[in-house]
């Protein structure tokens, strides 16, 4: 009987490993299956020279732990990059050069401008600049509505991402628990672990792990040092997000996990750090053009001179707070703002002068400042948080800073009257005292002088008013600033001064509370170029004297252009949002090439994984034919034996 059992045995060993291959082949496609083969062992038992045949030891399922490892860690890093990488490329192609672009727009602005210059009163190239510039504000404004998009597809995906790893890690646990219970009661686990496994590199897509292999064929998994899955109980996380910053934490925890890779790592890493690095960029970029461009147009006129009636078009949260804690989208700072006023009816001016101190002054308290003007008054509203300016009937103001036209002459005692013109072209606010050198007749007296000194008693320049002047004329210009004198007597000594303005807004007033600025609101809330001037585009303040011809500050718009208003003085416009863009496409290109080297090294590692461990159907049907082969001759021996033993039982009968 011994010997039919040694047949039968190779009979159904040979049976189970067709029943191998066949599962195999089946199995060729299968994700995450690992290929199965039997390891044989005699029987044991039988006499001393026989045994009893043949039987499987194990059931063993080909699996490399260097190379699953190595697979998962590599499935983590690349994850992550092809995150970061995906999330990139939209904000580089939000930012690339092109038609309709902000290097494009801005460009056609400052050349449309430079065109305006030839006839700053031709209305049609008025019309041409503002519509360009009303463009540009619509690019900041879908740029950033681009950015927001960004930044809370972010959020959905990375709440997603903890889903799908809370979703996983729940698998795993179950699959443990089973494998465990296959274990204990000697059951092939072979394709649980598949399976398990399968979820294992799946999870690592999302974030890092380290597994750690326990008895009974389970696994702990961690992550950033946390626990997530430990045999059969699972500890689930969430994603946190306050505004600024993503966290990834464990349900009940605050303490945020040190993510290092996975998809959940680079959607928080590109949340709390790439994107806002981009961001800071373009808002710096764009709040100092529109700043800047605000504070030039609002210190310039019309083609209707000075203004009557103005009204803010940015309001402030509250009327009796200081300014500067109410978080205005272009912040005011310690300065001076001056407002000249003119009488409409002989053209005359007076300067007047408001400090301003961010952190003590409120909207009220400016618009008393500047009701203590003469010919001023200036209201706030209540209800829309707005200032209103208005001059007195019959007179005008701007805040071009252009110089009185009659001196503070509390020092002069002469008869000679004065007159004031001209553009002070200093760099600094300052205060000129004009003191005369020698007593006498104006134009007549040999050897007079004006002598010109600064608020720190330098002298600044010096002119003839006596023998060879023609009273009534204007005097050689001192820093543009160009006095004449009237027939009539000096005294030695006697003096004039004047304020000379070059920063007629050193608080950023006009920016902050959109004082005849450029723009309305700002790019978070909806930029806009004021509609007045869309629709009377003679309010375009490009004059800085009031006069049609003059296109002086439309030559300080043009100059903003070349202003080097970044990086410490080193980049103007143009070359800032060159090298952000360039800054961009850099991390574009070095997320590429991270990818493309990850996914060579991934793929390195799977034809390594698939040579040891995967189904190749030519090798299994090699095995087929010899397992076939096999189950042939045991058949045969197995009918030898059974013709055998129908021989002896003949001979005994």
Same mark, same amino acid.
């Given at each position: 009987m011994s010997s039919l059992n040694i047949g039968l045995s190779a009979l159904r060993v040979t049976q189970r490993q067709l029943e191998l291959v066949g599962q195999n082949i089946a199995n060729a496609n299968t994700p995450g299956y690992r290929r199965k083969e039997a390891i044989l062992e005699s029987a044991p038992g039988g006499s001393a020279d026989a045994g009893l045949g043949v039987s499987i030891?194990?059931?063993?399922?080909?699996?490399?732990?260097?190379?699953?490892?190595?697979?998962?860690?590599?499935?983590?890093?690349?994850?992550?990059?092809?995150?970061?990488?995906?999330?990139?490329?939209?904000?580089?192609?939000?930012?690339?050069?092109?038609?309709?672009?902000?290097?494009?727009?801005?460009?056609?602005?400052?050349n449309e401008a430079q065109r305006l210059s030839s006839r700053p009163d031709d209305l049609t190239q008025r019309r041409v600049t503002l519509n360009l510039a009303d463009q540009l504000a619509d690019r900041f404004n879908s740029t950033i509505d681009s950015f927001k998009q960004i930044n809370a597809d972010l959020n959905v995906q990375a709440n997603r991402s903890v889903d799908s790893i809370n979703s996983l890690a729940s698998q795993v646990a179950k699959f443990n628990m089973r494998i465990a219970s296959a274990s204990i009661n000697g059951a092939d686990a072979g394709d649980l672990l598949d399976k398990r496994d399968y979820l294992i590199k799946q999870l690592a897509q999302e974030m890092d792990i380290r597994v750690v292999p326990q008895d009974f064929g389970s696994v702990n998994i961690l992550a950033g040092g946390t626990p997530l899955v430990l045999a059969n109980d699972v500890y689930k996380l969430q994603?946190?997000?306050?505004?600024?910053q993503g966290t990834v934490t464990r349900v009940g925890s605050s303490q945020p996990i040190d993510l290092q890779g996975g998809r959940l790592a680079g959607l928080t890493r590109f949340l709390n750090s790439t994107l806002p690095a981009v961001k800071s960029q373009f808002d710096q970029f764009s709040q100092t053009l529109i700043q800047n461009l605000d504070e030039v147009h609002g210190r310039g006129l019309g083609l209707d001179g000075p203004m009557t009636f103005l009204s803010a078009n940015r309001a402030a949260p509250s009327s009796n707070q200081p300014l500067g804690l109410l978080n205005l989208s272009y912040p005011p700072q310690k300065g001076t703002m001056t407002i000249t006023v003119t009488n409409l009816a002989d053209g005359s001016k007076k300067q007047g002068q408001i400090a301003f101190d961010p952190a003590v002054d409120s909207l009220n308290s400016v618009a008393a400042k500047i009701a203590a003007i003469p010919n001023m008054q200036a209201v706030v509203d209540t209800q829309s948080g707005l200032l209103k300016i208005l001059a007195k009937p019959g007179y005008g103001f701007d805040f071009s800073g252009t110089m009185s036209t009659t001196p503070d002459a509390q020092s002069w005692t002469g008869t000679a009257g004065i007159k004031l013109g001209g553009a002070y072209t200093g760099k600094t606010n300052d205060t000129y005292a004009f003191k005369v050198i020698g007593s006498g007749t104006v134009g007549v007296t040999p050897g007079l002088k004006l002598e010109v000194r600064n608020s720190a008693n330098a002298i600044v320049g010096s002119v003839d008013i006596g023998q060879g002047y023609s009273p009534g004329t204007d005097l050689p210009n001192v820093d543009g600033v160009v006095a004449k004198l009237q027939s009539g007597t000096v005294a030695s000594g006697d003096t004039f001064s004047v304020n000379v303005v070059a920063d007629s807004d050193s608080a950023y007033l006009i920016s902050a509370l959109g004082l005849n600025s450029f723009f309305t609101g700002d790019p978070t809330q909806g930029l806009n170029i004021r509609p007045d001037l869309l629709s009377s585009p003679g309010g375009f303040a490009l004059s800085a004297t009031g006069q049609p011809a003059d296109s002086g500050n439309l030559a300080r718009i043009i100059a903003l252009r070349d202003q080097r208003a970044f990086n410490s003085g080193s980049q103007n416009y143009g070359q800032f949002l060159t090298d952000m863009v360039?800054?961009?496409?850099?991390?574009?290109?070095?997320?590429?090439?991270?990818?493309?080297?990850?996914?060579? #090294?991934?793929?390195?590692?799977?034809? /390594?994984?698939?040579?040891?461990?995967? +189904?190749?159907? @030519?090798?299994?049907?090699?095995?087929? #034919?010899?397992?076939?082969?096999?189950? /042939?001759?045991?058949?045969?021996?197995? +009918?030898?034996? @059974?013709?055998?033993m129908d021989e002896l039982f003949n001979l005994v009968r």
């Open positions: 030891k194990e059931i063993r399922r080909l699996s490399n732990d260097l190379l699953e490892n190595a697979i998962v860690r590599n499935n983590s890093e690349a994850s992550d990059v092809a995150t970061q990488s995906s999330y990139m490329n939209q904000v580089e192609t939000l930012l690339a050069p092109g038609q309709g672009s902000l290097q494009d727009l801005v460009e056609k602005f400052f994603f946190n997000f306050d505004g600024k360039t800054q961009v496409g850099a991390q574009v290109s070095d997320n590429e090439l991270r990818s493309t080297a990850l996914n060579d #090294l991934g793929k390195s590692l799977d034809a /390594q994984n698939q040579a040891f461990s995967g +189904v190749d159907p @030519n090798e299994e049907l090699a095995r087929m #034919l010899n397992f076939q082969r096999g189950f /042939q001759m045991a058949s045969r021996y197995i +009918v030898a034996v @059974n013709q055998t």
